[in-house]
C-alpha cells in the first residue's frame, strides 16, 4: 500500500485497521505471566567485551556461541569505512573497532583475512589502539597490551573519602559508581588476564602515543589542566600508599559490590558494571563455584541473545519499560483484548516497585521514602524517575479497570518521585542534584557521562504524570515548568538525553505541556510543533540521527524517517492541539503505508540513548508500540472530536 492510495475520508478507518493489526501483534509478543520485554542492543563494544570476559577468567570456550558472536561482528563491520560504529550506519569509532577486532582474532579470526587487514588499517588510521578511550585502555592493560599508566588514576582509595571531598563517588551518577567501584580494585590490584589462547594485538599500534580525547559537553581548559596535574601526582605517589589503606580501601569496595550485587540481575543491573564485578571477584581469590561469584556470572551469561546464526550480548534488559510503554499503547488501542493484555502487564509491574530499600539516592535525599520501579527485572538501589513515572501514569489510566486497585503504588511512587525533585525545579533519572559538572573534566571521564544532571524529557516526563493526576499550579509544577522553558532550544525544540534526540526530547515536553494546561498559542508550545512542522520528511515521516549529539551541534539535519520517530513527533504534534494538521494527517497516512505483514513496522536505526556520543541503543520494541500508539491516538481523537489527548502521554 502506497500513501497515495489512502483516501482522506477513509484515513481514520485506515488507522483504525492498523491499530487493530498492531496491538494484535503487539498481544502476541506478550510473555505469559503478562510483560513484554524486546531485545536491547548496542554497538560492538558489549559482545565483543563478552569475548574478552570469557577469556580473562580462563573459561572453557564455547566455540558455538564464539561462532555466533564472530558472525554477529563481522555483519556489523561497515562496509565504507571497514570498522565498527556506535550506532547502525555510524561513523568509524576507534574503541569499538578495537575491542571487536581483539574479540574477533580471540575467536580465531585470521590477521590476514580481508576483513581483520581492513579492521587493522581503518585503526591505524584513526591512531592504533593507543587513541582508544579510558576504558578500552581498561581492557587492554587487563590483557597487558596496554601499559597501565596510560589509564587515568583513580585510586581505590577513593572510596574512603568523605562525602563532602570534591571527587566522591556519590557525585557521580548510578552507572558511573557501579562500574567504577571494582574497577578501583582492578587498578590498584592490576591482574593479567589467563588468556589461555595468548593472542594479543599489538599489532594495532602505531607506536605514536595519543592524548585522551574528551566527549563531555561543557570542559574547560583550567579545570582539565589542573585534573591532569592531579592525575600526574597521583601516579608518582601511588607506590607509596600506605599498604593497611588500601587493603582497608579494597575491603570496602568489595562490601560496596556485595550490599549491591543483585542476584541473577546483576551489580547495577548493567553489563559493564556486572562484567567487572565478576573481574573483581577472580582477582580478589573468590574461587568460581562461590555463590556470590558464580551469580555474579550467572547475570552476565542472562544477557546474551542467542539466534539460529548469530549471538551478542545486550548491555541490560528492559522489561519495565517495554511493559509500562506497550500497556500504555494497549490502552490506547482499546478493545477487550488489548486492554485485557494492558492490565495483566500492569498486574506483572505491581509487585516490582521498590518500596522497601533505599538506594543510593537516598545519600542525597535521606528523609524520602522508596516507592520508584527499577528499568530491569530487579535493580532495587537503583530506580529510576522515568519509569516511575511512566509506569504510575499508565496504572492512573487503568485505575477503574480490571478490578484492580492502584491507589497506593500510584501514591507511593509519586511521593518518591517529587521528592526526588532538585533544585533547579527539574530531575535526573536516578538521583537528584547529581550535577557536579566540573567531574567532567578528570581525565577518567572522557566518555562524557560522569554524571545524571536534570534533563528535559525526564522532567517532562514527572511533569506529565504530575499533571495527569491533577497537580498543575502547585510550586513544584510551577518550578518545573520553569526549568522546562529554561531548558527550549532557539529552534523551539528541547534536547532528548535518552532518546535520539530533539524529536524525542520535544515529543516529551509537548505531551507534559500539553497535561499541564498549556494550549496551542502558549509560546513554548507553538515553538516547539513549529520545529516539527519544519522538519518533517517528504514521505510523511519524521528521523534524526545519532550525530545529532555532536558537540558542534548547530541544527538539526534531515534524517530517514523511522517508526519510533514519527511516532514521537505525531504524540507530540496531537499534543500540542494540532490533531487537524495536514502534517498529522501525512504522518498517519506514512505509518499506515509501512507498516509490515506482521503488523508491526521495521526500524535499524537507533534511535535509543545511552550515553551522547559514546553509547547508544536500538530498543527493538520501539517500532512497536510507539507507531501503535500514535495511529491507535489519531483514530481516537478524530472519532471523539477531541481537540488534545486528556493523558500525559
Known amino acids: 500500500m502506497t500513501i497515495e492510495t489512502i483516501d482522506r475520508a477513509s484515513l481514520v478507518n485506515e488507522a483504525d485497521a492498523t491499530a487493530s493489526r498492531a496491538a494484535a501483534a503487539l498481544g502476541e509478543l506478550q510473555r505469559a505471566d503478562g510483560h513484554w520485554v524486546f531485545e536491547l542492543e548496542a554497538d560492538a563494544t558489549i559482545p565483543a567485551e563478552y569475548v574478552l570476559l570469557k577469556h580473562y577468567l580462563g573459561e572453557p570456550r564455547d566455540v558455538e556461541i564464539e561462532r555466533k558472536i564472530g558472525t554477529y561482528l563481522r555483519r556489523i563491520q561497515s562496509a565504507s569505512h571497514h570498522g565498527w560504529g556506535l550506532f547502525h550506519g555510524g561513523a568509524f569509532d576507534v574503541s569499538a573497532s578495537v575491542k571487536a577486532y581483539f574479540a574477533l582474532k580471540m575467536i580465531g579470526d585470521p590477521v590476514d583475512a580481508p576483513h581483520m587487514v581492513q579492521a587493522r588499517a581503518a585503526i591505524h588510521k584513526a591512531g592504533g589502539a593507543a587513541a582508544v578511550n579510558v576504558f578500552t585502555r581498561i581492557q587492554l592493560a587487563l590483557f597487558d597490551c596496554a601499559d597501565w599508566r596510560t589509564v587515568p588514576t583513580l585510586p581505590v582509595e577513593l572510596i574512603l573519602l568523605p562525602r563532602w571531598f570534591p571527587v566522591h563517588l556519590s557525585k557521580m551518577s548510578y552507572w558511573a559508581r557501579t562500574v567504577i567501584v571494582p574497577l578501583l580494585v582492578l587498578a590498584a590490584k592490576k591482574p593479567v588476564a589467563r588468556n589461555v589462547s595468548g593472542v594479543r594485538v599489538d599489532e594495532l599500534y602505531t607506536h605514536k602515543r595519543a592524548p585522551l580525547e574528551s566527549r563531555a559537553a561543557g570542559t574547560k581548559r583550567a579545570w582539565t589542566a589542573f585534573f591532569g596535574g592531579v592525575d600526574v601526582v597521583l601516579k608518582a605517589v601511588e607506590p607509596l600508599w600506605p599498604k593497611r589503606t588500601r587493603r582497608r580501601a579494597i575491603r570496602a569496595c568489595l562490601d560496596f559490590v556485595t550490599e549491591r550485587l543483585n542476584g541473577e540481575d546483576g551489580l547495577g543491573a548493567i553489563y559493564p558494571a556486572m562484567a567487572n564485578s565478576v573481574m573483581m571477584l577472580d582477582c580478589l581469590g573468590c574461587p568460581a563455584d562461590d555463590p556470590m561469584r558464580a551469580i555474579a556470572r550467572e547475570s552476565v551469561e542472562r544477557l546474551l541473545v542467542i539466534k539460529d546464526d548469530e549471538a551478542y550480548c545486550q548491555p541490560c534488559v528492559s522489561p519495565v519499560w517495554d511493559t509500562a510503554l506497550a500497556a500504555h499503547a494497549m490502552l490506547e488501542a482499546g478493545g477487550d483484548d488489548a486492554e485485557a493484555r494492558a492490565m495483566a502487564g500492569l498486574a506483572w509491574l505491581k509487585p516490582l516497585q521498590v518500596l522497601d530499600v533505599k538506594g543510593d539516592w537516598a545519600d542525597e535525599k535521606p528523609d524520602v521514602r522508596p516507592g520508584g520501579w527499577a528499568f530491569q527485572y530487579n535493580n532495587a538501589h537503583y530506580p529510576d524517575l522515568d519509569d516511575t513515572a511512566v509506569v504510575v501514569m499508565a496504572m492512573d489510566r487503568a485505575k477503574d479497570r480490571g478490578g484492580l486497585r492502584y491507589d497506593e503504588p500510584i501514591a507511593r511512587g509519586v511521593e518518591w518521585t517529587v521528592g526526588l525533585q532538585s533544585k533547579d525545579g527539574g530531575w535526573g533519572a536516578f538521583d537528584a542534584d547529581n550535577s557536579y559538572h566540573y567531574l567532567n573534566n578528570i581525565p577518567f571521564a572522557d566518555h562524557g557521562a560522569l554524571l545524571d544532571p536534570p534533563t528535559s524529557d525526564v522532567t517532562a516526563r514527572v511533569v506529565s504524570m504530575l499533571a495527569q493526576l491533577g497537580e498543575t499550579d502547585s510550586p513544584r509544577m510551577k518550578a518545573a515548568l520553569a526549568f522546562l ?36 498559542k502558549h509560546p513554548m508550545v507553538r515553538k516547539g510543533a513549529d520545529w516539527l512542522l519544519h522538519i518533517q520528511n517528504l514521505d510523511g515521516g519524521w528521523g534524526e540521527d545519532c550525530e545529532s549529539y555532536a558537540l558542534d551541534y548547530k541544527g538539526y539535519t534531515p534524517a530517514a524517517s523511522t517508526a519510533s520517530q514519527t511516532g514521537w513527533a505525531l504524540l507530540a504534534l496531537m499534543a500540542a492541539g494540532k490533531v487537524d494538521h495536514p ?16 503488523g508491526l513496522w521495521g526500524q535499524e536505526k537507533y534511535t535509543g540513548g545511552g550515553f551522547p556520543r559514546v553509547f547508544y541503543l536500538r530498543y527493538h520494541g520501539y517500532p512497536a508500540y510507539f507507531p501503535l500508539w500514535a495511529v491507535a491516538r489519531y483514530r481516537n481523537l478524530k472519532r471523539s472530536n477531541a481537540g488534545r489527548p486528556a493523558f500525559g502521554m
Request: net charge negative; proline share 0%.
Open 583 to 598: 502534517a498529522v494527517e501525512r504522518g498517519v497516512k506514512h505509518l499506515i503505508a509501512t507498516q509490515a505483514a506482521d
Open 485 to 520: 522553558e529554561k531548558e527550549q532550544m532557539a529552534d523551539g525544540s528541547w534536547f532528548g538525553r535518552w532518546g535520539v534526540n530533539y524529536i524525542y526530547g520535544t515529543w516529551s515536553v509537548l505531551c507534559a505541556l500539553n497535561a499541564a494546561g498549556l494550549d496551542a
